[in-house]
């Protein structure tokens, strides 16, 4: 009889600390794996966000080196002007106007065609502006990153851009921007893997230092 009293006495706290156990238990698992999936998440975002900024900052030099091929240097204004003068001689040259009226009509002509390439000059410059504002748009999450390295690579490719580096000098630090990003996406080793990992290579440690105390005892030896 006494130990059925024990049993009917305790059996209740002992109900009571196992139920309050598996609580914080499964409560601590649920926050964990809520946890991984988070940060598994913001790596994905932070993956996604860096291949759009350096998308976005390659579509910024291309945009600048074709408007510079298109509109700027000696051979497209000489390009401009022999069209322009192309236009012109063809208004001289028709027949159906003579003297002021053939004058008027190349004028003309040439304003015309001045006039349109001076409106794709503008859309090029335009277009590189509009892709220099994405590109600084989607910069803006990566430069208030977390981790340093991502925020400071970003911060280095976006000084790139505006300062007109050199291609080479852009892609080193993309280089740079998508190791700090691959770093900071990688998923950390758990602690317990680490001490494993850790207790596994200590005989290797051993060895090797034994074989360099060897190693360095064996000439005064000698």
């Known amino acids: 009889m006494k130990t059925e009293h024990l049993i009917a006495l305790w059996g209740w706290p002992v109900a009571l600390a196992t139920t309050l156990v598996a609580t ?5 698992l649920n926050a964990r794996a809520t946890q991984r999936r988070d940060d598994q998440k913001a790596r994905e975002e932070l993956e996604a966000r860096a291949d759009e900024f350096a998308s976005a900052a390659l579509a910024v ?19 401009a002007a022999m069209m322009a003068g192309a236009q012109f001689a063809a208004g001289m040259l ?28 503008n859309q090029a410059a335009a277009d590189i502006t509009d892709s220099l504002k994405h590109a600084l748009r989607v910069a803006m ?27 080479a000098e852009l892609d080193r630090r993309l280089r740079a921007f998508r ?5 900071a996406a990688t998923t950390p080793t758990p602690r317990w893997l680490r001490s494993v990992r850790w207790v596994a290579s200590l005989p290797t440690r051993a060895f090797r230092a ?10 005064s030896r000698a």
Not at 24 to 28: E, R, S, T
Not at 61 to 79: A, E, F, I, Q, S
Request: hydrophobic letters at 40%; charged letters at 25%; a positive charge.
């Open 24 to 28: 914080a238990l499964g409560a601590h």
């Open 141 to 167: 999450p990566l430069a208030r990153h977390a981790d340093p390295a991502v925020a400071s690579a970003t911060d280095t490719v976006l000084d790139a851009l505006l300062h007109h580096r050199s291609q």
């Open 61 to 79: 030099r291309v945009t600048g080196y074709t408007n510079d091929y298109l509109w700027n240097g000696r051979k497209p204004v000489l390009k």
């Open 210 to 219: 034994g074989r360099v105390r060897l190693r360095r005892t064996a000439p």
């Open 94 to 121: 028709d027949p159906r106007r003579t003297g002021a009226s053939a004058t008027w009509e190349a004028a003309a002509r040439s304003s015309a065609l001045l006039a349109y390439l001076d409106r794709a000059r």
């Open 179 to 183: 190791d700090a990003v691959r770093t």
